[in-house]
């Protein structure tokens, strides 16, 4: 099973709104509507964000936000603060009863 | 409050074997699919294995087929991994966590919303 796609890095100045992508197939993203997503700050053990394509945990702010196309789930975030730099990686269930992680995507605050 | 705590973490040879516990604490563990994940230094996440709340269901990665084996005790609220044939790309630090859960609704998915701090593997001669 490949990581899934997600683009290295991502910047944007405080306030503004950035999202990223994260790019499966038909036999995970596409397949099941069970896409997640994880903060990271160095060091640190990973934390939900989003679970089932859009849907936030107690506590986790609703400047995240998550959505799926076809194949290809997206996170935004908006109101960009300093505390949201930090790697974010997508996950999916697949067909194989297993879970596959994205690459991940390191968002620098400016 | 809910806690996951790793060990048996260390230093092995290649080739070596290494068996790595979680600590649960705080929910009821007899009722939860268990997870690990591992992550190289200075890479990305990696799903390991995942076995079922009874543990009659268990599923691997295809890099570690053969070579891992999960298990748990439910008694004793204890998660296990035990490693062998242990290679130099298995450095990792090595998480345990909990399947997904929404208090709210009582759903369970497939997710993982409470994790351990993660326990270092390091495979090298």
């Known amino acids: 099973q490949s990581a899934l796609t997600q683009p290295a890095s991502v910047s944007g100045s405080p306030g503004q709104s950035i999202s990223i992508s994260c790019s499966g197939t038909s036999s995970d993203i596409g397949d099941y509507n069970y896409v997640s997503w994880y903060q990271q700050h160095p060091g640190k053990a990973p934390k939900l964000m989003i679970y089932d394509v859009s849907n936030r945990p107690s506590g986790v702010s609703n400047r995240f936000s998550g959505s799926k196309s076809a194949n290809t789930a997206s996170l935004t975030i908006s109101g960009l603060q300093a505390e949201d730099e930090a790697d974010y990686y997508c996950s999916s269930y697949t067909s194989s009863f297993t879970f596959v992680f994205g690459t991940g995507t390191k968002v620098t605050v400016l | ?125």
């Open chain 2, 1 to 125: 409050e809910v806690q996951l705590v790793e060990s048996g973490g260390g230093l092995v040879k290649p080739g070596g074997s290494l068996r790595l516990s979680c600590a649960a604490s705080g929910f009821t563990f007899s009722t939860f699919i268990m997870n690990w994940v591992r992550q190289a230094p200075g890479k990305g996440l990696e799903w390991v294995s995942s076995i079922s709340s009874s543990g009659s269901d268990i599923y691997y990665a295809d890099s570690m087929k053969g070579r891992f084996t999960i298990s748990r005790d439910n008694a004793k609220n204890s998660l296990c991994l035990q490693m062998n044939s242990l290679r130099v790309e298995d450095t990792a630090v090595y998480y345990c966590a909990r399947e997904g859960y929404d208090s709210l609704t009582g759903y369970y998915g497939p997710f993982f919303d409470y994790w351990g701090q993660g326990t270092l593997v390091t495979v090298s001669s």
